[in-house]
Each structure stands twice: as C-alpha cells, then as structure tokens.
C-alpha cells in the first residue's frame, strides 16, 4: 500500500503566485491534517479534517485554504504565496481524529516563495 | 514555555552505544506519541503510550504520567538509527485533542 501520497515534493513559487499542495490516502481513514514544519519549531497544524465533508483551522490556518475532496483527498491551497510560507508541508492521515490511533504521514512538499 | 520539550536537541554517540531521549510536557494528556524522521524527510509512528512502557525491537519507550515525562531508549544503536526522533502528546481537554509536537532531537550513530 502506498499509505499516504502527497504531490509535488518541491515546488518554488515567486511572491503572489498559488499554488495546490495534494494529498492522497489509501487506508480508508477518516481523518486527514496538513502540518508545516519549520526550522527550530515543531509540526504545527495549519487545518484538518475530522471526516469527510467537514473542514477545521488548526494552529496556523492564515494565507491557507482546504478542501476535502473525497475520503480520500485532502488539498491544501495558497491563494498568494508569500516568503514567510515558505516550509516544509505535511499531510497526515489517522482512523479518526480524536483516537490515539497513529497518525499516517507522507513524505512531505518542500516549498520555497521567492 | 513550550507545552512539549525535548532533550537533548543534538545527539552523537558511537555505534553500540545505549541512547536516551528525553521529553517533558505541561499538559493532561490522553496519550504521547514518538515518530523517528529519516533523514529524506519522511515521518514515521514508532510508538503511542498512555502508560507503562512499550518495547519494539531494540526501541523501548516509557513514560511517566505522575511526572509528566516519557523516554525512548534505543540498544546497541546503529548508524542506520541516524534520525530526528520527535515527540508529540494529545491533550485530554475538549477542543484540545489536537496533537502538539516538540522540536525533535536529532540523533547521529557514528560507525
């Protein structure tokens, strides 16, 4: 199993630009997140999704959109990407969000804004 | 005053050598979580507790509610346990389940 897929892994964007980060499970889970992670800090939670249909900010949410496609699919968009978004993206997957069951992670996007 | 604090930040040891990472926390917590990131960047659950101790391998995880305070131990380290080891706890509160992460220790195994 692929587990969690997320797409691209490195993406440079000038100043203003948008730009999709996607993310894909396959583990039928219900529960999908997207963290940052950013030097000296830990993984932050920008938004999630507790199960199909519905979408909640996380810690950090500002400058960041999502939308939960399917069970399968979380996106996360900027609409106008700027320096200080610039981080490494992780999207995460879980059974449901408020067991302690493991959270599932993808590989990560690295993502510069110019 | 972070809610989640790991130490130490860096970590070299010797191959063969017995490892321990520590992380403290503030909060009530329903579980704590340690996930290794390799060094390409991917993160990985090694263990979820929420008493006692857990052993997978040559990693054993411990924690100590009373305290507030968790361990993971790695035996006979190996350079291929060369990682960021990160801990990570869910709140008990409502609306506070969220999980909150350290900083990560990141730990390298000479050969």
């Known amino acids: 199993n692929a587990g969690v897929t997320q797409t691209p892994k490195f993406q440079v964007l000038k100043t203003g630009q948008s730009m999709t980060l996607q993310c894909a499970q396959d583990?039928?889970?219900?529960?999908m997140y997207w963290y940052r992670q950013d030097p000296g800090m830990g993984l932050r939670l920008i938004y999630y999704?507790?199960?199909?249909?519905?979408?909640d900010k996380g810690e950090v949410p500002n400058g960041y959109n999502v939308s939960r496609l399917n069970k399968r699919e979380f996106s996360l968009r900027l609409e106008s990407a700027a320096p200080s978004q610039t981080s490494v993206y992780f999207c995460?997957?879980?059974?449901?969000?408020?067991?302690?069951?493991?959270?599932?992670f993808g590989d990560g996007t690295r993502l510069s804004i110019l | 005053k972070n809610e989640v604090e790991q130490s130490p930040q860096n970590l070299t040891a010797q191959e063969g050598e017995f490892i321990t990472i520590n992380c403290s926390y503030s909060?009530?917590?329903?579980?704590l979580h340690w996930l290794q990131q390799h060094p390409g960047g991917g993160i990985v659950s090694l263990f979820m507790?929420?008493?006692g101790k857990k052993k997978h391998g040559r990693l054993i995880a411990t924690i100590n509610i009373q305290e507030k305070h968790s361990s993971l131990h790695i035996t006979a380290s190996h350079p291929r346990d060369s990682a960021v080891y990160i801990c990570?706890?869910?709140?008990?509160?409502?609306?506070?389940?969220?999980?909150?992460f350290g900083t990560g220790t990141r730990l390298t195994i000479i050969p």
């Open positions: 999704s507790a199960s199909e249909g519905t979408t």
């Open positions: 909060v009530g917590i329903s579980a």
């Open positions: 583990m039928n889970h219900n529960s």
């Open positions: 990570a706890v869910r709140g008990t509160n409502f609306g506070n389940e969220k999980l909150t």
């Open positions: 507790l929420s008493s």
């Open positions: 995460a997957s879980s059974e449901w969000q408020h067991s302690n069951q493991p959270q599932h």
